[in-house]
């Protein structure tokens, strides 16, 4: 009889022991992917499309930067909010040691995260390309002012040559 309380109190004692690693493991698993959510809800999407608004994009820039943003907007309040939601029922459900839940809970917030990740590279990506092409419209434009700028100097200082052409060209030019 003395044998058979021990085994049982041995079988409790291994249950437990494997339930608290079963545990561990899976608080690690769950840590981990929180960790990787939080890093990409990071703030440079944000901060690009911030920054392309003040550039006071216009057309097809505008309406990319438009699309983007609600792509953006989207993946976060879609699935981004889904995995959060699904983060803190797989923190409960470890934490009341229903290892089966929590196991098919890890798959799928893996897969929307993965889902997300790559929305947000996809949208990260196309900022970066329209960060790019508004850089390179600026740099044009500035160009093309300093080149009015020096006609303009040029038809000022010569103003004796060309006679009254700088009134009709100053209107016709905005700049």
Do not use: C
């Amino acid at each position: 009889m003395l044998w058979i309380v021990l085994t049982v109190v041995v079988l409790l004692v291994a249950a437990l022991i494997v339930a608290l690693v079963l545990k561990g493991r899976y608080t690690k698993q769950i840590s981990e992917l929180d960790a990787r959510s939080a890093d990409l809800a990071n703030a440079d999407i944000e901060q690009t499309i911030h920054v392309l608004k003040g550039a006071h994009l216009g057309g097809e820039s505008l309406k990319t930067l438009t699309r983007l943003e609600r792509e953006y907007q989207q993946a976060s309040e879609g699935p981004g909010a889904e995995v959060e939601a699904i983060l803190l029922d797989l923190e409960t459900a470890n934490a009341q040691f229903r290892f089966a839940a929590v196991r098919e809970q890890l798959q799928d917030a893996r897969a929307k995260l993965d889902v997300v990740a790559k929305k947000y590279e996809q949208v990260d990506a196309e900022l970066q390309r329209l960060q790019a092409a508004q850089a390179a419209n600026q740099h044009l434009l500035d160009q093309l002012q300093e080149t009015y700028q020096n006609a303009r100097k040029d038809l000022l200082a010569k103003n004796f040559a060309y006679g009254s052409a700088m009134a009709p060209s100053s209107k016709s030019w905005p700049i």
